[in-house]
Every structure is written in structure tokens, then in C-alpha cells.
């Protein structure tokens, strides 16, 4: 049987034995299901004010007391969240930081576990933690010294650890190439669409096309595998086409290696074929539902409707495009019976060898599930997997987005 774990005022990780685990489902807290143990890469986190549950002996949910306070599970790459942390939300606390937390418990021998699942083995690459990444971000710079792009990379890598900028420095992996776009959604504040890339700064100044070119050519040229647009600090890149196409353009002339890649909330139908016909070579397309209801309660589209993005999905098919749907998926909403049934549909219309990605929604979950109220009772996540590995096999699922293989 697992344990309950829980925070003290000062923050430290405290195992209450005498309680079993507890989990909230996005419907009620109920026993722990699957678990793994806690991944390394993950953090973990205090919910100040969120008093921990725990399951007595008859297996009911009870608060552990006074100044315990529920502890939620940051994961890294990798990972899906199967449940949310539960805990006792009093009136007038304010709004968690929208972060993916799944909940944490203990195993007999005291070591942590999470409810999650690992559903791709794929590596990521991490360097932010590197002996040389200053030097290597003061190198970057002189080389490059009148570059604005470069600098806002640098300031992300160094300021706000964003992984995506740090690679920039060391033509690792993917790179993210921040343009300064609008943004066209307006979110709920508890509700982030960008994993755990907190916190977030968007660029101060807007980027050329030479200056883009410059940055991602050499990226791709020193042995970088992607180029992004529309990272976490972004707006919507294709609401920039005069920026965007002609740096993908440039960045073709100098050199065929690598995969260029944008991630988009599919708002503008017109602008992916004229960025397919620039060069570009994956998209992702981001969606908290695939319903239009809740689409538009998570999303608040400013100007679009998921009509749009249906199109644009379209658009990217008829391209050629390396189609990826990225699925923001949050227990208790995204495991509804009609939700999956609808992203299931979403998913019977792309190409055999597109990706699903799944990526935890960062959110205050009780709240944020507040906004799309059902008397529907969730599947479960690990219903939703299995429902989406039969029923999707045509796909290639995980919470990453792929680069092409190039010869």
C-alpha cells in the first residue's frame, strides 16, 4: 500500500505513514492507481495553502491536519499525468501557478512514486546544468554581436534556463527562434498552454528575417537537429508570415540539414501553405479539446474558431507538412468520454505516421476544471491511453515533437 506524502511549513517532504495514498481524479480523491517511481529530472513542489488527503483505514479521504500541505510532481519529458495531487482548497486561496503537478506518494520503503506514465523513451537533451554553458553563452555572443536574436536567446538561457535557448549555444538538438508574435488566445490565467517553460518573457524587439537566418542556418549547419518557431514564449507565428516565410526561405538556401519546425494554435489556414512552400517541414497544431465548447472556454480564441484550426490541419495534409497534433491534456477533462471520442476524430484524419503528442496542461486543475463543468465522469487516464493506442495505432505517440530523419 502506498503512503500519503505531504509538506511542512518550511517546505520539507514529510511520509505520513498512517495514511494511505490519495489522488484526485478530476472528479473526487480516490485510492493512487499506476504509478512509477519519481523520475529523475523531476521537481517537486509545495502546494502552499492546499491542505493534504489522505485515505484513512476505510479507505476514506481525510485532510492530514493543520500545516500539512498537499505536494505535487513537476515531470520531465517523457511523462503523462495520470491524476492531479488531493488536496483541501479553502475559499479565497489564490490560484496555484499553472504547472502540471500529478501526484506524489510513497512506496513501503519510503521511496517516492508519482501517478504517471512513460509513454516515450526517446532522449531529450538538457544542458542548462553544463560546467561550460556561460562560456559557451559569452562565446555565442561574440560572435555574433550585433544579432538581437542571439541576445534574447542568451537572456532566456541564462535568466529564465529555458532549454531551447540554451541549445542555441551549443548546436544541440532543437532551437527555439522566438519572433516576437502576437498572440491571437487568451487563456484563463490558471491555465498555461507551455508545460513547465515558466517563467516566460517574450522577445522586446522583433526579430529580422536576416537575423533569424543567421542564428538557425549556423544551428542547423554545426550539427543542431530542429529549428522552432513558436515556443513557449511565443504568440502565434503565423500571424507573422513577412517574418517567418522569408527566414524559412533563408535559412534553405544555406542549408538543407535539420528540420524546420513551427508549433501554432492552426488560426490562419492561408499562412501554412505559404510557409509549406518556403521550406518549412514539421507543424504542430495545439489543442486543449477538440470539442468547440471547451476549445473555446480554455483557448478564447481572439479572431479564429476550431473550425479554423480543423482547416489549417487540413492545409498542412495537403502540403505535405510532417503533421503533429499536440494534445494539452489535463485528468478529469481531457479523459471525458466525449472529449476522447472528439480527438479520436481529430486524430482518424490525419496521415499514417503523424504524431500525437501529449503534454500535460499546466493549470490550477480543481479551477481550471471549474470552467468546462460536466456530469460526465472521466474515464481515467489510463482508460484514455489504451483507448488512444487501439484506436490511433496509425499514429506515433509521445511528448515530443520529432524531428524528420535526414540522410
Known amino acids: 500500500m502506498l503512503s500519503s506524502v505531504h509538506?511542512?511549513?518550511?517546505?520539507?517532504i514529510v511520509?505520513?505513514?498512517?495514511?494511505?495514498?490519495?489522488?484526485f481524479d478530476g472528479a473526487a480523491p480516490r485510492a493512487f492507481g499506476s504509478h512509477v517511481a519519481l523520475p529523475d529530472g523531476a521537481s517537486l513542489i509545495p502546494l502552499a495553502d492546499r491542505g493534504a488527503l489522505g485515505l484513512d483505514r476505510t479507505g476514506a479521504p481525510r485532510p492530514l491536519g493543520a500545516g500539512r500541505f498537499a505536494v505535487g510532481a513537476v515531470l520531465p519529458p517523457g511523462y503523462v499525468r495520470l491524476a492531479h495531487p488531493a488536496s483541501v482548497v479553502a475559499a479565497g486561496v489564490p490560484d496555484l501557478a499553472p504547472r502540471a503537478y500529478a501526484a506524489v506518494a510513497a512506496d513501503e520503503r519510503g521511496?517516492?512514486?508519482?501517478?504517471a506514465r512513460r509513454i516515450d523513451d526517446a532522449a531529450t537533451f538538457d544542458h542548462r546544468a553544463d560546467a561550460g554553458i556561460?562560456?559557451?553563452?559569452?562565446?555565442?555572443?561574440r560572435?555574433?554581436?550585433s544579432n538581437r536574436l542571439v541576445r534574447q536567446l542568451a537572456r532566456c538561457a541564462k535568466d529564465f534556463h529555458c532549454r531551447a535557448a540554451t541549445n542555441a549555444f551549443g548546436a544541440w538538438a532543437d532551437c527555439a527562434v522566438p519572433v516576437a508574435a502576437p498572440a491571437n488566445e487568451h487563456p484563463p490565467a490558471l491555465v498555461s498552454f507551455h508545460g513547465d517553460a515558466m517563467p516566460t518573457e517574450r522577445?522586446?524587439?522583433?526579430?529580422?528575417?536576416?537575423?533569424?537566418?543567421d542564428l538557425a542556418a549556423a544551428h542547423l549547419e554545426g550539427g543542431g537537429t530542429q529549428v522552432s518557431f513558436g515556443r513557449a514564449c511565443e504568440g502565434e507565428p503565423l500571424l507573422v508570415p513577412r517574418v517567418v516565410e522569408p527566414a524559412i526561405a533563408g535559412i534553405r538556401e544555406r542549408t538543407h540539414r535539420g528540420t524546420i519546425h513551427l508549433e501554432s494554435n492552426g488560426s490562419v489556414p492561408a499562412a501554412v501553405g505559404r510557409l509549406a512552400r518556403a521550406g518549412l517541414d514539421t507543424i504542430g497544431f495545439r489543442i486543449a479539446s477538440a470539442r468547440p465548447e471547451t476549445y473555446e472556454r480554455i483557448h478564447r480564441p481572439a479572431g479564429y474558431r476550431l473550425t479554423d484550426v480543423r482547416a489549417s490541419i487540413a492545409e498542412a495534409i495537403a502540403a505535405a507538412l510532417a503533421v503533429a497534433v499536440i494534445v494539452l491534456v489535463l485528468p478529469g477533462l481531457t479523459d471525458r468520454e466525449r472529449e476522447l471520442d472528439e480527438i479520436l476524430s481529430l486524430a482518424g484524419d490525419l496521415p499514417a505516421g503523424s504524431q500525437l503528442v501529449l503534454r500535460d496542461l499546466g493549470a490550477d486543475a480543481e479551477r481550471a476544471l471549474a470552467l468546462v463543468p460536466s456530469a460526465e465522469t472521466p474515464l481515467g487516464m489510463e482508460r484514455f491511453l489504451?483507448?488512444?493506442a487501439s484506436d490511433a495505432a496509425h499514429l506515433r505517440m509521445g511528448t515530443l515533437v520529432r524531428p524528420l530523419a535526414r540522410v
Open 15 to 23: 511520509l505520513a505513514a498512517d495514511y494511505g495514498a490519495a489522488m
Open 203 to 213: 522577445a522586446a524587439f522583433h526579430a529580422t528575417a536576416d537575423e533569424v537566418v
Open 7 to 12: 509538506s511542512d511549513r518550511s517546505g520539507r
Open 134 to 141: 556561460a562560456a559557451r553563452i559569452t562565446e555565442g555572443l
Open 111 to 115: 521511496a517516492l512514486q508519482v501517478a
Open 143 to 145: 560572435a555574433r554581436p
Open 386 to 388: 489504451e483507448r488512444i
